[in-house]
């Protein structure tokens, strides 16, 4: 025979409460309304007795799913597992679960994702996958959905969003460059229609206008996509070009991965004939070989305050936009030395 299911008149007898005590101790929101001596025995007794919240019955009373939907661009790349995990540990402790898609950085993906997401009634979203002007974004203003953007921006006004301060961290890359000697620096840029590829690639220009160096135009390569393969295909492209640099800059880790590629392929040696910085400090960034000097963005803070900020949303959908920059930190490995 199944066994019956815990509820909160159980809870409440088994420590002699009323169940109104019961159900406020269980939310987050309303614990602090209960003495910690209280909410302590309920807990205890939550666990003990197996409870588990009858989301069906929570969700026509509050007219809510407790489910957010989150989109990120591609699983593959390591960064965005401690996003998920920052917006997983924040909403988790206020009863939500979270579905994660995958769009492949195709817009008709993504466009699909919403409306899976809409068809399962999702509180709202938080999409790591918009680009500067996104058709997305514009869906969500206009229908109301509560949003919030992590690790990348828009060009709207009144949208939330929580990245990291990517001029800061590319000025960083440019003066810890610069101060080991390098003046010829090539800039492996990410796509210009993302704000993360956009404003790293404004911070090394005005890096280089403060170390007192001038960008050659013909050292830049930009890419499509933030992957290793275009690393590769942008550091090809650099090489071909016979002048002469000692260091790159690639627009995140997974293009420096690239980079690494072709430079191992051409028999150029990493961090000694040629410095390369990476951005974002991606989960295993220090055992690439040699271990890469990159920008630390704090990701799973990126996602604990993206999921911070929508869950104020939803509970008062007329509150302001808010954008958060969190500070980056550069992280000196052996992939950046001084040069010969």
Do not use: W
């Not at 199944?2 to 614990?31: E, W, Y």
């Not at 390591?78 to 817009?107: C, M, R």
């Not at 007329?318 to 958060?324: G, L, N």
Request: proline share 5%.
């Amino acid at each position: 025979m199944a066994q019956s299911r815990v509820t909160l008149r159980d809870i409440a007898d088994k420590i002699g409460v009323h169940p109104s005590t019961v159900s406020r101790v269980l939310n987050p929101k309303t614990r602090q309304m209960v003495t910690e001596e209280i909410a302590d025995k309920v807990l205890s007794a939550a666990e003990e007795m197996g409870y588990r919240p009858n989301l069906f019955a929570l969700s026509l009373k509050t007219n809510r799913s407790f489910t957010v939907g989150v989109m990120v661009p591609d699983l593959t790349n390591p960064a965005f597992a401690p996003i998920i995990k920052g917006i997983d540990n924040v909403l988790e402790q206020s009863g939500y679960n979270v579905i994660v898609a995958n769009t492949d950085n195709l817009i008709d993906k993504q466009q699909r994702s919403v409306e899976k997401f809409r068809e399962r009634h999702v509180d709202g979203l938080i999409i790591a996958t918009a680009q500067r002007k996104d058709s997305v974004i514009d869906e969500c203003c206009a229908e109301g959905t509560p949003f919030v953007l992590a690790v990348r921006a828009s060009t709207d006004i009144g949208v939330s969003s929580v990245v990291s301060d990517e001029n800061v961290g590319a000025n960083m890359v440019i003066s810890h460059l610069a101060q080991l000697g390098h003046t010829k620096i090539a800039h492996v840029a990410g796509p210009q229609f993302y704000s993360t590829g956009f404003e790293r690639h404004q911070g090394f220009l005005q890096g280089m206008q403060n170390a007192g160096l001038n960008p050659d135009p013909e050292l830049i390569a930009f890419c499509d996509a933030f992957t290793e393969e275009e690393g590769r295909r942008a550091t090809s492209k650099l090489l071909a070009m016979r002048k002469k640099f000692t260091a790159i800059f690639a627009a995140n880790d997974m293009l420096a991965l690239g980079v690494y590629d072709e430079l191992e392929a051409d028999g150029i040696r990493c961090g000694t004939d040629i410095s390369v910085v990476g951005f974002d400090d991606m989960p295993f960034a220090d055992k690439f070989n040699p271990p890469l000097t990159t920008v630390h963005t704090p990701l799973i803070d990126v996602g604990a305050e993206a999921a911070r900020i929508l869950l104020e949303q939803i509970d008062n959908p007329d509150i302001p936009a808010r954008t958060i920059k969190l500070k980056p930190d550069l992280i000196v490995r052996k992939s950046s030395g001084p040069v010969e």
